[in-house]
C-alpha cells in the first residue's frame, strides 16, 4: 500500500507502479477534476455491475485509477482483481487533498444558494 496527501502526488504514486496508461474511474460529478494524469480510458458508469467490460477496458492499460466515494472505489477494486492490474484509490473524503477542496466549495456555494433562497422568502434561519 502506497499512501500519499493530495492530487499533485498522483504521477510520483503512478511511477512507482510504473503505470503510465491507467483506466481512469470516476463517475460524471468528477468530470471538471483536473487530475495531473492522461488516462487511457474512462469507465463513467458508476456504480456499475458491468465489470468485466470495465476490465477489458482496464486490461488495455496498466492500472486503474478510482476516484470518488465508496462505489467508484469498490469498483476500481473490482476492475483491478479481474484485470489483474494495480489500482489507486483517489478517496474523495480524504483531508488534505484537492478533491476535499472541491467538495467543501461546492457544498459551501450549495449551503449559501439554500440562504439566499430563504432570506427572499423571508425566512433567515436556516431549518433542518
Known amino acids: 500500500m ?8 498522483l504521477p510520483e504514486v503512478l511511477g512507482e507502479l ?5 483506466l481512469l474511474v470516476a463517475g460524471p460529478r468528477w468530470d471538471a477534476l483536473d487530475l495531473p494524469l492522461e488516462p487511457h ?6 456504480p456499475s ?13 496498466d492500472s486503474v485509477v478510482a476516484v470518488g466515494g ?26 488534505g487533498s484537492r478533491v476535499d ?13 439554500r440562504r439566499r433562497c430563504r432570506r427572499a422568502a423571508g425566512r433567515d434561519r436556516l431549518r433542518r
Not at 49 to 61: E, N
Request: charged share 25%; aromatic share 2%; hydrophobic share 45%.
Open 18 to 22: 510504473d503505470a503510465g496508461s491507467p
Open 41 to 46: 480510458a474512462r469507465w463513467s458508469e458508476v
Open 101 to 113: 477542496d472541491v467538495l467543501r466549495s461546492a457544498r459551501s456555494r450549495a449551503q449559501d444558494a
Open 70 to 95: 465508496g462505489s467508484a472505489i469498490d469498483l476500481g477494486k473490482a476492475i483491478s482483481a479481474a484485470a489483474e492490474i494495480p489500482l489507486v484509490s483517489v478517496p474523495d473524503d480524504v483531508r
Open 2 to 9: 502506497i499512501v500519499r496527501w493530495g492530487l499533485d502526488a
Open 49 to 61: 455491475h458491468r465489470i468485466d467490460d470495465a476490465a477489458a477496458l482496464g486490461g488495455a492499460g
